[in-house]
């Protein structure tokens, strides 16, 4: 399968949102509800923030959020803070128990 | 708390196979997936595929079917990923990570990452 399609780049300045798509198909984004959104620091490894399209694990901060339409899902980051600087990869489930992954977003607070 | 131990950074030739090791703690070993994914430099993330800990089932992405083998040890709650005839685009970061439910993937622990470099 494909990767999803994620923008390469994306910008805020402090304090205000910032919204990254991440467009699939409907074999993949489109055809469930089981899209996930991970943070990751350069060097380090990836970090779940939502998953279920728009669930947060504890520990992650209510300024994440997540929706989706049709074949794209969306991460918006509210009220944008210097550690939120960091790249951005949106997976989700492909059917036959197969996983996709976005090429990822880099995040730059301004 | 949970975690995912990996081996360390391994250098390899052209042709050459690398087995990386992933060692769990913290949780039932046999109650979760192990997934395995990979990061070249500068790229982003692709899957591979997994493992179940409790039968040994294994899925590869296509990509990697006929070159990657994931195995693992239940005694010692580790699991690992052995990929073969390694090419220079094979260098890369190298991480497992465990998944509860294959069909809702959310990869909720991760291991550090074990580099694979490829080079004559």
């Known amino acids: 399968q494909s990767a999803l399609t994620q923008p390469p780049s994306a910008s805020g300045s402090p304090g205000q949102s910032v919204t990254m798509s991440c467009t699939g198909t409907?074999?993949?984004?489109?055809?469930?509800?089981?899209v996930s959104w991970y943070q990751q620091y350069p060097g380090r490894a990836p970090q779940l923030m939502i998953y279920e399209v728009s669930k947060r694990p504890s520990g992650v901060p209510d300024r994440f959020s997540g929706s989706k339409s049709g074949n794209t899902a969306s991460l918006t980051v509210s009220g944008l803070q210097a550690e939120d600087e960091a790249d951005y990869y949106c997976?989700?489930?492909?059917?036959?128990?197969?996983?996709?992954f976005g090429g990822g977003t880099k995040l730059t607070v301004l | 708390q949970v975690q995912l131990v990996q081996s360390g950074a391994e250098v390899k030739k052209p042709g050459d196979s690398v087995k990386v090791s992933c060692k769990t703690s913290?949780?039932?070993?046999?109650?979760?997936?192990v997934q395995w994914v990979r990061q070249a430099p500068g790229q982003g993330l692709e899957w591979m595929g997994w493992?179940?800990?409790?039968?040994?089932?294994?899925r590869y992405a296509q990509k990697f079917q006929g070159w990657v083998t994931m195995t693992r040890d239940t005694s010692i709650s580790t699991v690992y990923m052995e990929l073969s005839r390694l090419k220079s685009d094979d260098t890369a970061v190298y991480y497992c990570?465990?998944?509860?439910?294959?069909?809702?993937?959310?990869?909720?622990?991760w291991g550090q990452g074990t580099l694979v470099s490829v080079s004559p």
């Open positions: 990570a465990r998944v509860y439910m294959l069909t809702n993937p959310r990869f909720d622990s």
């Open positions: 913290g949780y039932t070993f046999t109650g979760y997936y």
């Open positions: 493992i179940n800990p409790n039968s040994g089932d294994t």
């Open positions: 997976s989700s489930y492909a059917g036959s128990n197969d996983v996709v």
């Open positions: 409907s074999s993949d984004v489109g055809g469930y509800n089981y």
